[in-house]
Every structure is written in C-alpha cells, then in structure tokens.
C-alpha cells in the first residue's frame, strides 16, 4: 500500500458569491461527501493541493483532516478557473476502505520504441486512462507501459498489453488500443494534401459564385 498523502481543511461559512473572497485569499472552496458522512462545506489551501494532487491525481487515497478528524477520500472531481487553469473548486468522495471503487487511472508511456527512434515515426497514444476495479489501498498514480514493443508501424500495444498491479482490475475492453507509432508524413504527401485543400476552397468559391448569380437572375426575373 502507499503511503497516504493529508491535505489539511478547514470548515467554511461562505457560499456563492462570498467563495470568490477565500479565492482571493488563496484557498480554493470544497464539498466533502461519499461514505458515511453528510456533505461538509471546506476549504483547502491552494498550494497544498495542487503538490497533494500532482502526486495523488483521482485515483490515489488521499486523508482529508478536517480540523483534526481525518477521512479517506478520493479527488472526485476539480473546476478550474478558464482564463487562470488555477482550481476554483474540489469535489472530495469519502470512502470505505473495505470496499472495492471504481474509478481511473492515467496510463503512462515509458521507454524508447524503435519505430520512433529509427523510422522517424511519431508515437501516438489513443488512451490516457483505464477503468478499474479495487479496494482503496490497491489504488495507484498510474500505469507504466513500455513502448520498447513498437518497432515498425504495424505494431500496437493495447489494454491487454499492460503490466496491472495486483489487486487491480481493468474494466476497460483489454482489446482497446493504447499506442501505436505514425510514419511521418512525406514531402510528396503533403503537397497532395495542400492540392486537396485548395481544389475544396475553389469549389466552396466556385458554388458560392453560383448561389449569387442565381440569386441575382431570380430577383430581376421578379
């Protein structure tokens, strides 16, 4: 099990628009609910929570102390302000400890491929994030995958592909594409595509010009 991360909380009064004073403040407004609790009002300090949660993100058991009583939670949720990406609001989900939760975890790419490397390739990964199955404690950051497997362009790495802590079960479809690795696109494939789009925007020119002349033979038939 990991070690469990506290995020201290404090209790808060203030509602609506009042939240934006504690923003101001540098605390950023909260709601706690879930498992064995009423929902609880607080606050956090915004720091503290961007460090908490930029090791924990949503899929790692984090104890909420709450002005000295402290729960297991998870990051259900964060707003985020979107001129400043700096968080406005946090859902916290209190949990039973002895009952399996679902929820997700990032998958990470780790490692060199060969198709990239060698062949110039680009790695695309088509999945950031799995659907599990476990009790708290299992629960981790993320998921490494090595993409040393990629050597040429035919190969991919899917869900199945994935080295899964014990005590973890993947809901996600075990056939679901992760990564695989592009050819980089040629000179000549990217002047076709230009002469594609250029041929489109003379066509679009070529009908609006008609859709006028239309236009204006109708209204002097009138």
Same mark, same amino acid.
């Given at each position: ?61 984090? +104890? #909420?102390? /709450? ?7 998870? !990051?259900?949720? *964060? &707003? ?63 998921? +490494? #995958?090595? /993409? ?7 190969? !991919?790495?899917? *869900? &199945? ?62």
């Amino acid at each position: 099990m990991a070690e469990i991360i506290t995020l201290l909380a404090q209790k808060r009064d203030a509602v609506g628009r009042k939240t934006d004073e504690l923003r101001a403040q540098n605390l950023v407004p909260a709601v706690l609910y879930g498992f064995g609790t009423e929902p609880v009002m607080v606050q956090v300090n915004r720091g503290d929570f961007g460090r908490v949660y930029a090791k924990t993100g949503e899929s790692t058991i984090v +104890e #909420l102390d /709450i002005e000295g009583i402290k729960h297991p939670v998870l !990051v259900q949720d *964060v &707003s985020y302000d979107p001129l400043t990406d700096e968080p406005i609001h946090i859902d916290f989900r209190r949990i039973n400890m002895d009952e399996k939760v679902e929820t997700t975890i990032t998958i990470k790419l780790v490692g060199i491929s060969p198709a990239v490397k060698d062949l110039g390739g680009t790695l695309v990964q088509s999945l950031e994030e799995v659907e599990v199955s476990a009790l708290p404690s299992a629960l981790v950051r993320e998921i +490494e #995958l090595n /993409i040393a497997p990629l050597a040429t362009f035919d190969d !991919v790495l899917r *869900v &199945s592909d994935m080295q899964i802590p014990q005590g973890i079960e993947i809901l996600t479809d075990a056939q679901e594409t992760v990564a695989l690795v592009q050819a980089a696109i040629t000179e000549d494939q990217i002047k076709a595509m230009e002469a594609q789009a250029t041929e489109s925007i003379e066509n679009v020119a070529k009908q609006e010009a008609e859709l006028a002349k239309a236009k204006e033979e109708e209204k002097a038939k009138e």
